[in-house]
């Protein structure tokens, strides 16, 4: 075994003179210095050439390289605080099978999308063909998320039509309607919302998707004597 110590574009410490150019990979390692043994490759992957270590004569054979010339370009993120559940990669080759991006998460916002290389504005699903090449740089975006409170004045609302969170991205929210159990004098009859951005009691209540802000909402009622 001989140890190959690279330096700047070539090798020393091998019995002949190997100069390999441009991007090199060693046996899949990427250490300045190599432990070489029979039967080392090393291929120079600008160029396809493939040299192969023989210890019967301590000399470097070169080869054509017939297979896939595979390079290897990073991955750049930037998640501004936010978390993915399952890490993205960060470097890539170009016979990497395609692969799409995992969308971070970050508490109190919903994630917007992505910009970067090849984005045009902001994109929520982004795939890497196999096959592309060149370093990749992407920044995650997010809008924030705000609060949604309601009085249902002894009433109770259906949960599901009526969330206590939301965000420009969130499709048109309708409320529910609330309902309110009869006591002994009076059964209740919804008579509309009033709150954020309403003059008066209505019925209908529509949070367009792009709104912002908190919002507040109370139910109220209109009163029918018992008999």
Not at 21 to 42: H, L, M, P, Q, Y
Not at 90 to 113: C, I, M, Q, R, W
Request: net charge negative.
């Amino acid at each position: 075994m001989i140890t190959l110590k690279k330096e700047a574009n070539h090798f020393v410490g091998a019995s002949t003179d190997v100069k390999p150019r441009g991007n090199i990979s060693i046996s899949g390692k990427t250490e300045d210095i190599f432990s070489v043994v029979n039967g080392s490759t090393f291929l120079e992957l600008d160029s396809g050439v493939k040299w192969i270590y023989d210890a019967s004569t301590l000399a470097w054979v070169r080869q054509n390289f017939t297979g896939t010339v595979l390079k290897e370009y990073p991955i750049r993120y930037d998640l501004f605080s936010g978390a993915v559940a399952t890490a993205n990669p960060t470097v890539y080759t170009n016979d990497t099978s395609t692969f799409t991006l995992t969308n971070p998460t970050k508490s109190g916002f919903a994630f917007e999308g992505w910009s970067g290389t090849g984005i045009t504005g902001l994109s929520t699903s982004v795939s890497i063909a196999k096959g592309s090449t060149g370093a990749k740089s992407y920044l995650a975006t997010y809008t924030p998320m705000y609060a949604i409170v309601y009085n249902f004045d002894g009433g109770v609302g259906p949960v599901s039509a009526n969330p206590v969170t939301y965000s420009k991205l969130t499709n048109a929210i309708t409320l529910g309607v609330p309902t309110k159990e009869a006591d002994e004098e009076f059964t209740y009859t919804f008579a509309g919302w009033t709150g954020t951005d309403l003059e008066e009691a209505t019925e209908t209540v529509v949070i367009a998707k792009g709104s912002t802000g908190n919002r507040s909402y109370t139910a109220t009622w209109t009163e029918a004597a018992v008999e």
